[in-house]
C-alpha cells in the first residue's frame, strides 16, 4: 500500500471541524495533525461564532483521536511534523501569514476562500509556492457543487456562453457578527464573482459597484455590481445582510444563467423541512451534509480533488491560480468603482 497523504489542519473553529471530517472521507488520507490559538487542554475548548449560525450543519461532533497531534502555534506543528499538505481553515485575517508558513516549510497549501484579502498578498504567496516548487490551492467550493458544475458542464458542450447572469447571496443581520470580518466583495459575493468568470469563460471588459452601510459595521452590509463582458453578456450580483432570524440555513442565495439555448436556475431548496416546538430548520443538503456515514457533499469532492493533485505534484485544473488571480482583478475593480462610483475597465 502507498503511504498515507500526510494532512495538517491550520484553524478548528466550525469549519475546520467540517475539514476534518470531510478529510476522513477522502481515501488514503490521514489527518495527523491539527492546529488552534484556542487549544488548552481539552479539543472540545474551541469555540466558533459559526457554531450557532451554522448550528443544523453540524450536529453530532466526531471525536477526533488522541493519535491526531494537538497544537496551538503554527510554526511549531510545522517544525515539529513530517507534512504533505497544510489545509488554512483560520479566520481570513491571517490566511496570508499561514498559508506563507506552509509554503516556506516546503509543503502543498490549501487556503479556504479567500486565498488572502488583497491580490498583492496573493501574488507573494504564489511566488513563494513557485520558489519552493510547491501547489498553492484555493476552494472555492461552488465548482465543487454537483448543481453549478452540471451548469458549467451544460453550457461548454452546448457551446452557447451566457448572456445574461442574475446571482445573488443574502444573509440574516447576525450574520454580519460571523461573516463580517472582512469586506464581502471578498468574504461573500467572492462566491458569486467566481461563478460568473468561471461560467463566461473569461473576465468582464468592465465593472461597476455600489456599496452602502446601514448597520453601522466596519464593512458594506449590502453590494451590489455588475460585470460587463464584450460580447454584450452581462452578471448583476447582489450582497445583502438584512433577512430576518427565521431565514433556515441563515442565508438565502439564488443563480439564474441564460444563454440562447437554456436558462439555468439554482436556489437553496429546503429538501428537508425539521418542525420543532422551537423552531423551524432545513439541513443543508449540498455543501457538506452530515450523516452517520460521515460527510459528504461538496466539500468532499473538494477536498479529495486538491489530494489527488497534491499527490500527483500538479496545479489544480478545477480552481486554476491563473483563474484566481483575475477574480482578483475584478474584485480590485469593484472596489475602485464603489469608491469613485464609476465604471472601471479591467486591463487583460
Known amino acids: 500500500m502507498s503511504k498515507p497523504f500526510r494532512v495538517a489542519i491550520a484553524g478548528f473553529g466550525w469549519f475546520g471541524r467540517i475539514h476534518y471530517e470531510a478529510w476522513l472521507r477522502v481515501p488514503g488520507v490521514e489527518v495527523v495533525a491539527i492546529c488552534d490559538t484556542q487549544f488548552s487542554t481539552s479539543i472540545e475548548n474551541v469555540k466558533s461564532p459559526q457554531d450557532d449560525f451554522h448550528a443544523s450543519a453540524y450536529q453530532s461532533p466526531t471525536a477526533v483521536p488522541h493519535t491526531v497531534r494537538r497544537f496551538s502555534d503554527v510554526q511549531a506543528m510545522l517544525t515539529t511534523l513530517s507534512l504533505d499538505m497544510l489545509d488554512v481553515v483560520v479566520p481570513e485575517q491571517v490566511h496570508f501569514e499561514v498559508a506563507r508558513l506552509g509554503l516556506e516549510h516546503g509543503l502543498n497549501v490549501l487556503v479556504e476562500k479567500p486565498v488572502t484579502l488583497n491580490s498583492q498578498d496573493l501574488r507573494r504567496l504564489i511566488e513563494i509556492a513557485s520558489e519552493k516548487k510547491k501547489n498553492l490551492y484555493c476552494d472555492h467550493i461552488l465548482r465543487?457543487?454537483?448543481r453549478y458544475f452540471s451548469v458549467k458542464e451544460s453550457i461548454e458542450r452546448g457551446g452557447c456562453p451566457p448572456r445574461y447572469m442574475s446571482l445573488q447571496r443574502h444573509f440574516?443581520?447576525?450574520?454580519?457578527?460571523?461573516?463580517?470580518?472582512?469586506h464581502p466583495f471578498y468574504a461573500a459575493m467572492i462566491h458569486d464573482l467566481d461563478v460568473a468568470i468561471w461560467l463566461a469563460g473569461k473576465l468582464p471588459k468592465r465593472v461597476v459597484a455600489n456599496t452602502?452601510?446601514?448597520?453601522?459595521?466596519?464593512y458594506p452590509d449590502s453590494c451590489a455590481?455588475?460585470?460587463?463582458?464584450?460580447?454584450?453578456?452581462q452578471a448583476v450580483l447582489q450582497n445583502a445582510w438584512y433577512l430576518p432570524a427565521s431565514c433556515p440555513f441563515g442565508f438565502s442565495f439564488e443563480a439564474t444563467v441564460m444563454t440562447a439555448a437554456d436558462t439555468f436556475v439554482i436556489r437553496n431548496p429546503h429538501d428537508i423541512e425539521v418542525w420543532s416546538e422551537s423552531r423551524y430548520s432545513s439541513p443543508e443538503m449540498f455543501f457538506w451534509p452530515a450523516s452517520r456515514f460521515g460527510r459528504s457533499g461538496a466539500i468532499v469532492e473538494a477536498l479529495t480533488h486538491f489530494a489527488s493533485c497534491a499527490r500527483n505534484d500538479r496545479p489544480s485544473d478545477r480552481v486554476p491560480l491563473p483563474e484566481v488571480c483575475g477574480l482578483y482583478k475584478v474584485i480590485d475593480a469593484l472596489s475602485m468603482s464603489a469608491k469613485e462610483n464609476a465604471w472601471v475597465d479591467i486591463t487583460l
Open 225 to 233: 455590481a455588475i460585470l460587463s463582458w464584450a460580447d454584450g453578456a
Open 144 to 146: 465543487f457543487d454537483s
Open 172 to 182: 440574516q443581520s447576525s450574520a454580519a457578527d460571523v461573516y463580517g470580518r472582512s
Open 212 to 218: 452602502q452601510n446601514l448597520l453601522g459595521g466596519a
